[in-house]
């Protein structure tokens, strides 16, 4: 993508924010993937693993889109569609989520890098940047119960809307991190 000069200095200053907050983590190389399915409570299988997150920087695209809405950089409609609108802000998250572990990785910054398992190719890449880095690594998975799930048709029959509507409104609650989207068209609430 590319964006105006004004929306760079936008997106470097929220990048400086998010990681001068943590100027006080260590810089001793050591990363945690925390991964699993979109939804599945990572901070919880933190917890469970003994992480201590005090030491680390927690990298993520939804603590992204939380600064990026309180910052005010995500757009109302503008004649784009929900979708298409959602897929652009994501986009941007991501990117910013990458500038933001990268400046931890020129440092030796430690980081946990909260990843959804979607998409096993980014998890993969990251992991060989890590080790690349030389970073100490380790992973911590997430589960989630297949049960926590409703299918979108689902979603459709119990509220007696049209697709169309149940897909907009699941596609703005997806863009406030509300609900995250599995495979299959399945969604599930997405734990505060």
């Known amino acids: 993508m590319i964006w105006t000069g004004e929306r760079g200095r936008q997106q470097a200053r929220l990048v400086d924010g998010m990681y ?11 990363a945690v993937i925390a991964g699993g399915l979109p939804g599945a409570d990572k901070p919880a299988a ?3 693993s003994g992480v201590d997150r005090s030491r680390y920087l927690t990298v993520s695209v939804g603590a992204v889109l939380d600064q ?8 109302g409609p503008d004649g784009l569609s929900p979708l298409t609108q959602a897929g652009q802000v994501h986009a941007e998250a991501q990117h910013l989520a990458k500038r933001v572990l990268l400046r931890a990785l020129m440092d030796g910054r430690n980081v946990i890098l909260d990843i959804s398992l979607a ?3 980014a998890a993969e890449a990251w992991t060989y940047a890590l080790r690349f880095a030389d970073y100490t690594l380790t992973a911590v998975f ?10 979108v048709d689902e979603l459709v029959e119990k509220s007696e809307l049209n697709s169309s509507e149940v897909l907009a409104a699941l596609c703005e609650m997806e863009m406030k991190g ?4 599995m495979p299959g068209k399945q969604f599930v609430k997405v734990l505060l």
């Open 20 to 30: 001068q907050a943590a100027a006080g983590v260590p810089c001793e190389r050591s």
């Open 46 to 48: 933190l917890d469970r």
């Open 68 to 75: 990026m809405a309180g910052a005010g950089l995500i757009p």
């Open 119 to 121: 998409s096993w190719r």
């Open 142 to 151: 997430a589960d989630m119960g297949v049960d926590e799930a409703v299918h």
């Open 178 to 181: 509300i609900v995250r989207q």
